[in-house]
């Protein structure tokens, strides 16, 4: 018999639970009579918002109790920001589906200033995402940089409290939440390189779930997939985490895919995007990497 009703795991957060609807609504489009409840839970990344990201253990502080839901059974798939997920995945689960990438840069939002370039010397800047501030303070080392927490209304309202001059958010989030029209500038890949898998969202599902897995597969977008596998193999052999400043981001024109870390990168057949990731790793680990991020590691 026919799956007719499945259960999603997702974090209460709204971007969360918009995902989640979106998902739902596009498994409802494809299977006719199909009944799709949403699971909103709280996970350590929501309720630990005083630390930095960085320090209070990582990006799977945002998926734990999604993934222990589907190792219970309790739920039949989880859905994610790609930029979220840990390059590593618990033994029994996988990564089954990546839907079409939204944009993945990140914007410029103030109530002061229209564009990034036209902050003040030491105006202050607002962003969780240690990637965001190795960045900002590369490019403007003047910058008093924010550590700033919450999901997307909590950043605004901050920003709108006066905490800070202005806030860099990603601009998927920002659309989905049909708040676009507070951004001020675009900020193009040159400047700030997105985080591993921004803009994409990822259904995370049992790996021996057979029908789960052929009732999800319509939802996949080959080109996403392969441009978030090939960022995620860059991660991965840099041992990349949020505890590390990793950023990569991988396009593709015609048969072949580009993929870019701060200073270099790779080109080559797009079928082959996560050993065109590898090979990029290596190359920055050849020219003195290794050293530089066990540093930070340990540090």
Known sequence: MPIKRIRIATRKSPLAMWQAGHVRDQLCRVHQGLVVDIIGMETQGDRFLDAPLSTAGGKGLFIKELEQSLLDGNADIAVHSMKDVTVNLPDGLTLSIILKRDDPRDVFISNRYDRFDDLPQKA???TSSLRRQCQLRAYRPDLSIQNLRGNVGTRLRKLDEGVCDAVILAAAGMTRLGVHDRIKEYIETDR????????????ETRADDREILELTAPLNDEQTRLQVEAERAVSRRLYGGCQLPIAAHADIAGKNMTIRIISDTVTGDARKGEALGLQLAEQLLARGADAILRELINA
């Open 124 to 126: 202050s800047i607002g």
């Open 192 to 203: 700030i390189l997105p985080a591993i898998g921004q803009g994409a969202m990822g259904i």
